[in-house]
């Protein structure tokens, strides 16, 4: 079980760092509204430019701990719990924009990997009373 959820911290880890380091601004079939790049998909949802950065900052720092708890296991669950919180408001503003179901699946795939991995690591977190 802990090589899957290895797994799994390292297809979110890179994920989350080619979204948001390589293809920020790109255009991509699964950007919100009808945006070409990250500002103007945020722009969409009706943000102000900083909360592009500030969530962008949020998910890069993530996926480095995420990569950082293959070998310090206490990072894991709180880096995807944040990614969960992330993706469970990625999955609201694809809904307040009226996107089409296919825009949203990223967000969900993302979304069920870390609530996998919080469950997986969540001995390491102190948390394993939890069942």
């Not at 979110?12 to 079939?29: D, H, I, K, P």
């Not at 945006?35 to 996926?63: D, Q």
């Not at 480095?64 to 709180?78: R, Y």
């Amino acid at each position: 079980m802990q090589t899957i959820v290895m797994g799994f911290q390292i297809v979110v880890a890179l994920g989350l760092l080619n979204v948001w380091l390589l293809r920020f601004n790109q255009s991509t079939a699964y950007r919100g509204g009808s945006a070409r790049s990250m500002p103007e998909e945020f722009a969409a949802y009706g943000l102000p430019p900083w909360f592009t950065y500030i969530v962008g900052g949020l998910k890069i720092g993530a996926a480095i701990a995420l990569i950082a708890g293959l070998w310090m296991p206490v990072l894991v669950f709180p880096a995807a719990l944040l990614v969960s919180l992330l993706m469970l408001g990625a999955l609201a503003m694809h809904l307040k924009v009226h996107d089409p179901l296919k825009k949203s699946v990223p967000a969900l795939l993302v979304l069920m990997l870390c609530l996998a991995i919080c469950w997986g690591s969540r001995e390491a977190a102190g948390l394993s009373s939890l069942g």
